[in-house]
T-cell receptor
Framework: RKEVEQDPGPFNVPEGATVAFNCTYSNSASQSFFWYRQDCRKEPKLLMSVYSSGNEDGRFTAQLNRASQYISLLIRDSKLSDSATYLCVVISGSARQLTFGSGTQLTVLP | DTAVSQTPKYLVTQMGNDKSIKCEQNLGHDTMYWYKQDSKKFLKIMFSYNNKELIINETVPNRFSPKSPDKAHLNLHINSLELGDSAVYFC??????????????FGQGTRLTVV
């Protein structure tokens, strides 16, 4: 089982739609969680951290469920500019390395 | 000012050659990384390094070796390049993982093509 697994995608949604991505992690001792965004042929960039109580940043909401070992990202009112690959990232293990999921590709259609 | 810079951006080379990719960060971070992103876009950790230890992903061939002359640099040396090494290599840096809100900053990537 992979350390971090994501919805395979791709997701193709119309502008204005609400879309949700899920990510599961295998190490129950994982410490920190993030969502990164990667545009085509660009480097990954932090979208938002994920806190235990859940957190919101504008149209984006991140949730953490430690009991079920998954995190989610909700995007409301999708924009064309939201088209990208969304990467789930977990810090866990004694090495405390950032481990990336395989990414979920989102395309927002006009 | 570029926070994490890596060079070259593109590298085309023949099988069997030895090459290096340079990475520098000016963020004052104490941990640096190398990731490999293959054609399926999966980002896989190769190395993480801070002034305390080097952590090597056990699946990385020993033809790959990181070299850190100082805290701000982590270069990647690759010996005897193979076709399967073709990928995009990303350098990144962060404060020591495990600290609250550790954000990793990435370089623009080096697209390596082995022919």
């Amino acid at each position: 089982r992979k350390e971090v697994e994501q919805d395979p995608g791709p997701f193709n949604v119309p502008e204005g739609a609400t879309v949700a991505f899920n990510c599961t992690y295998s190490n129950s001792a994982s410490q920190s969680f993030f969502w990164y965004r990667q545009d085509c042929r660009k480097e990954p960039k932090l979208l938002m951290s994920v806190y235990s109580s859940g957190n919101e940043d504008g149209r984006f909401t991140a949730q953490l469920n430690r009991a079920s070992q998954y995190i989610s990202l909700l995007i409301r009112d999708s924009k064309l500019s939201d088209s990208a690959t969304y990467l789930c990232v977990v810090i866990s293990g004694s090495a405390r390395q950032l481990t990336f999921g395989s990414g979920t590709q989102l395309t927002v259609l006009p | 000012d570029t926070a994490v810079s890596q060079t070259p951006k593109y590298l085309v080379t023949q099988m069997g050659n030895d090459k290096s990719i340079k990475c520098e960060q000016n963020l004052g971070h104490d941990t640096m990384y190398w990731y490999k992103q293959d054609s399926k876009k999966f980002l896989k950790i190769m190395f993480s390094y801070n002034n305390k230890e080097l952590i090597i992903n056990e699946t990385v061939p020993n033809r790959f070796s990181p070299k850190s002359p100082d805290k701000a640099h982590l270069n990647l040396h690759i010996n005897s390049l193979e076709l399967g090494d073709s990928a995009v290599y990303f350098c990144a840096s962060s404060h020591e993982p495990g600290r609250v809100n550790t954000e990793a900053f990435f370089g623009q990537g080096t697209r390596l093509t082995v022919v």
